[in-house]
Structures are given as C-alpha cells and as structure tokens.
C-alpha cells in the first residue's frame, strides 16, 4: 500500500477514535469536569419568561416540585403564517453544565419532536437552537422578560 494512503488511513483512525473519546468524555464525565472554566463557573437560574428581540418568539421556563428542567413556548412565525405555541409543558431540558442545557421540544404545529439547546452568556442571554425544527433555521438570542 502506498506510504501516503497508509498515513492519511492512520491519521482519520486516530482523529475518529479521539472525537469518539471525547464524546464519550463529554457525555460520561461533564458533571465533573468541564473544559471551558470560565464560563462554566456563571451559577445561572435559567427559569423565567425570555423573549426574542422582536418579541414574536417567547419561552417560559419553570422547574417543577421534581426540580426538572420544563417550558412553554409561543413561536409567531412568517408573518403570522405559523404558529406554533403551547401553555403547557412543551420542553424539557437537561443541565449539560451551569450555562448550558440541552434537552428536546414538541411543536404543536407539526406535532414532532425536536432537540433543543440553550446556552447562558456573560449577559443572561439565552442562545436558542432548534435542530431540525423547519421554521427556524438560525440560532435564536432570547432576553429575559422583567
């Protein structure tokens, strides 16, 4: 075998095996250490009642007697043209770290289920991601609601 396949074959061995050690690092030992310190150590209290800047995309986040992580949400989308919203509980996360959660979402809309992910940033602002979810494609920047 040429010693130029060989080394390129090697060298995707190692970088899979690595970022399958990782994962397995990630999903297995996050609780106890965490790779990005600084913002790891932000103590958050992600309930409340966020909102995007144009006021169409709000979620409500509570814990429940349990202590588990739920929402609601309200999604006004394409002009009105999609709505997507629920009163009861519609999200459920789980703390990946003091300012990350991930977990997953059911849209009334479509009545399908999607992960979901927030992160807190220095300010308290929620970062919203939806994977998959077809009317936002983007990240989401929620602000708290006073």
Known sequence: MNKRIYNNIFISTILIFC???????????????????????????????YEDSSGYITVNIWKDEKKQINGSHCFVLQGGNRIDCSDSASIKLYTINNNKYSGFFCS???NEKYNITFVIDYELKISMFIEEYPFISDTIKLRKKI
């Open 19 to 49: 970022l399958f050690l990782e994962g397995c690092h990630s999903s297995l030992c996050h609780k106890h250490k965490d790779k990005d310190k600084d913002i790891n150590n932000i103590t958050t209290d992600i309930t409340g009642e």
């Open 108 to 110: 009334n809309y479509d």
